[in-house]
């Protein structure tokens, strides 16, 4: 066994799974606090990325102006669907609200071919390039500094959820919103916060991503591996998206780099049936989760 080749190939999986991570967080966020499961992730997070294409490659601005206005477009849009489209189907069934994000990301599909066609397209050049090397192992440029900017925001989002006024609004509306309407805490705010933050996550997670392979408007597929990781981890815990989200991507590297591409995904729902047939609510999930 090349043990080199399995260490470049385990730190590629290992950097891609941050970046699942990054965005397994934003949908267990709006889990946490609303229990919508957003199966439009996926979608907010490639609109983000042709946004990024937009200001960037349409508009010529710099990368790194074009990079924050992608992000705060795409968590704009998570706000916008969930006042729009989501705050009106309060006290309605869950499976109802599921068909909602399902249509919403229909809907983002549609409009990105219409805005911008359904070729693939590359993003405009923004990573640093140097060869990054450690030990004796190489890791592509793109994947490791994409890898370090969402490592950085998923630290800024633990702080912020642990010391901050508004991560402490959120903590408490996930655990009964209930008691958080007695204790003063606008819940209706809440909701939309968690939306927005959780859209912020996925949206930069997006261009990352996007810089690395490439966008098109299948992009959002890549929520279908998140909602492996969200499963396997959790739906309710941040600590299960991060420790999924690093599993599934190195997993899915692995077995392309040995099987082929066309085992990616077979091998992380192999691991996602034996999760469910063992911990039918995740690794680190809790028991009063509804299932649809």
Do not use: C
Not at 53 to 69: D, I, N, R, Y
Not at 101 to 113: D, N, P, Y
Not at 177 to 191: D, E, L, P, T
């Amino acid at each position: 066994m090349d043990w080199l080749f399995f260490g470049e190939i385990s730190l590629a999986g290992l950097a891609m799974g941050g970046l699942y991570a990054l965005i397994a967080l934003g949908f267990v966020i709006i889990y946490k606090a609303t229990r919508v499961i957003n199966f439009a992730i996926g979608e907010i997070m490639m609109f983000a990325a042709y946004l990024f294409l937009a200001f960037a490659g349409g508009l010529e601005m710099s990368p790194w102006v074009a990079l924050p206005l992608a992000v705060l477009g795409g968590s704009i849009l998570g706000g916008v669907i969930e006042k729009v489209m989501i705050r009106p189907m309060l006290g309605e069934s869950p499976i109802s609200v599921v068909m909602v994000t399902i249509g919403i990301a229909s809907i983002l599909v549609g409009l990105v071919e219409l805005l911008w066609g359904a070729d693939p397209q590359l993003l405009p050049r923004f990573l640093p390039r140097e060869p990054v090397f450690i030990g004796e192992m190489y890791l592509a440029p793109k994947i490791a500094y994409g890898f370090l900017i969402g490592a950085a925001l998923l630290i800024l989002y633990l702080l912020y959820f642990r010391f901050s006024r508004g991560g402490v609004a959120l903590r408490a509306t996930a655990s009964d919103q209930a008691a958080a309407y007695s204790m003063g805490i606008n819940v209706r705010r809440v909701f939309n916060l968690a939306w927005v933050f959780g859209s912020l996550a996925a949206s930069l997670a997006g261009v990352l991503v996007a810089a690395t392979g490439g966008l098109s408007p299948q992009f959002g597929a890549i929520g279908l591996s998140v909602l492996v990781v969200v499963i396997v981890g959790g739906l309710d815990s941040i600590l299960g998206a991060l420790i999924a989200g690093v599993f599934i991507g190195w997993l899915e590297t692995v077995a392309g780099a040995y099987l082929g591409g066309e085992y990616r995904m077979p091998a992380t729902f192999a691991v996602l049936a034996v999760i469910l047939v063992i911990r039918p609510y995740g690794l680190f999930g809790t028991h009063e989760i509804e299932r649809v």
